[in-house]
């Protein structure tokens, strides 16, 4: 949109200065034009350095978890290091004891997985 206003602007400028022959008319639309296409390169480098308009969020979500394995007798939670300085883990889990197949967290340096173990069981 701010790409369209600044040609559109700097259309309008150049034939409002080359084509409007009366002096005062051709004053006005000159500074009005020139006006939009200096404040649309302003919000532009704005936005390029500023990230003007955007808002950094945050999604927390909470998932409980089951055994990853089929067995009844084990709670495991497995994970494999994804790098050698294990800074980051993909977890193997499952959301439900009825599930077939297991599930993993995303492999992404913008996603943190924090396990938090608990003994209180659920009825």
Do not use: W
Not at 43 to 59: A, C, E, P, R
Not at 81 to 87: I, L, P
Not at 102 to 115: E, F, L, M
């Amino acid at each position: 949109m701010i790409l369209i206003l600044l040609v559109a602007s700097t259309l309008a400028l150049f034939l409002s200065f080359i084509y409007v022959h009366r002096t005062a008319l051709r004053m006005t639309l000159t500074i009005i034009f020139g006006a939009l296409m200096l404040v649309s390169i302003v919000f532009i480098s704005l936005n390029d350095s500023q990230h003007y308009g955007m808002v950094k969020t945050t999604t927390t979500a909470t998932t409980s978890l089951k055994s990853a394995s089929s067995s009844k007798q084990m709670d495991l939670l497995l994970y494999q290091s994804v790098g050698t300085a294990d800074k980051h883990r993909v977890y193997i889990y499952k959301t439900t004891t009825n599930q077939k197949k297991v599930s993993h967290t995303t492999a992404s340096v913008k996603t943190a997985n924090q396990v938090k173990t608990t003994t209180a069981t659920l009825s």
